[in-house]
């Protein structure tokens, strides 16, 4: 279970809940997102910062309807419900999720400019097989988006197979949820780290509730040994069961020799009852 490709890098990652609080400033998610991009960036040792509305095996994500224009009529025919994630900065990037063709979001994704998609390629090959998907269309929540980049599939638990997916720009959806997870990559220890981000994020709103501070690797650990858990459980009901059905069948067999000197009229009433 451990060595399965969950389609991501677990190393070397922080992540972190932010809600800030919205009545210190007017401000937007995504522009507490950057604020504290830009406070973070030049520290020694921090590689990537991104902010996402979930990570990987933290929750399974809710599909949200999306149509693609020029997609095959079997699968256009109805919105297909896939996962969704809102994402902002470098996403792709912290988390070691490939980019396959196109480009990830940029700073020019914003509420003003054209709307844009990220698909997984799971999702590109249920919509154009064998086809550049780069510059389609695709409907979602009503709002066109043009299609900019593909990425690696990516796993959400062990229970599933690489979902259909697409990502948003937070800079584009900036009301769509009221708090972020942080994420960073790093070479610096987790609970410096963990310290550095608390201060920044104070400094920006000190009535902000930060928590769920955890590595990736910890999560992941976390999940393999709730899995692990969960098979022992179920292998020992099933060997209590065996055990019962064992019981079970000895106590028939075992009265064979007196089951023999039942009479005619006893067995008839044994069929009856």
Not at 36 to 63: E, K, S
Not at 141 to 146: D, L
Request: net charge negative; proline share 4%; charged share 20%.
């Amino acid at each position: 279970m451990e060595a399965q490709n969950m389609g991501f890098d677990s190393s070397g990652v922080l992540t972190l809940r932010i809600k800030p609080d919205w009545s210190a400033a007017n401000r937007t998610l995504a522009d507490c997102f950057l604020l504290l991009r830009d406070r973070l960036m030049n520290f020694p040792g921090i590689q990537y910062i991104a902010a996402n509305a979930h990570v990987p095996m933290t929750t399974r994500p809710g599909g949200i309807d999306i149509d693609a224009h020029t997609a095959r009529p079997e699968v256009n025919a109805e919105s297909l419900g896939v996962g969704v994630n809102i994402v902002a900065g470098h996403y792709f990037e912290a988390l070691g999720i490939p980019l396959l063709r196109g480009r990830t979001f940029t700073e020019q994704d914003t509420v003003n400019s054209e709307r844009v998609v990220i698909l997984s390629e799971q999702l590109t090959r249920l919509f154009w097989p064998g086809r550049d998907p780069i510059g389609e269309l695709v409907t979602i929540r009503g709002q066109v988006h043009t299609v900019v980049g593909i990425v690696g599939d990516l796993r959400d638990s062990y229970d599933y197979d690489a979902a259909a997916k697409h990502y948003v720009a937070m800079t584009q959806q900036p009301t769509a949820i009221n708090a972020m997870v942080l994420v960073l990559r790093s070479s610096l220890e987790p609970a410096a780290l963990a310290g550095i981000v608390r201060r920044e994020v104070f400094a920006i709103d000190s009535q902000s509730i930060v928590s769920d501070i955890r590595t990736m690797e910890s999560i992941r650990e976390s999940f393999v040994e709730t899995r692990r858990s969960l098979s022992v459980m179920i292998g020992a009901f099933g060997v209590v069961a065996l055990l019962l059905a064992a019981a079970g069948i000895y106590g028939v067999f075992g009265r064979a020799p007196d089951a023999c000197l039942i009479r005619p009229q006893e067995s008839n009433l044994l069929i009856v009852v």
